[in-house]
């Protein structure tokens, strides 16, 4: 998908981390604000899931389904 792509290689101070098959997991950036969050299934799909900011370094990721796959923040 044209967007996903443009999403991921046009973002600056981007952080990205890998994550395990879960319905909520809690991600750790360190990028000192309440970043833009998107994630991406290991077939580069986009994936919507509830983004609750934690604080300006954390996010927790949620949703009904199983999920894994890379998520991007900038």
Known sequence: NKFDAHFK???TNLAWTKLGNSY???VV???GKKPAVQVFDNYDNLLILDVEHVDTNTVKL???SLFSG???MN
């Open 29 to 31: 950036h360190n990028l």
């Open 24 to 26: 909520e997991q809690t």
């Open 9 to 11: 290689k046009n973002f």
């Open 62 to 64: 949620t949703t009904k």
């Open 70 to 72: 890379t998520v991007y």
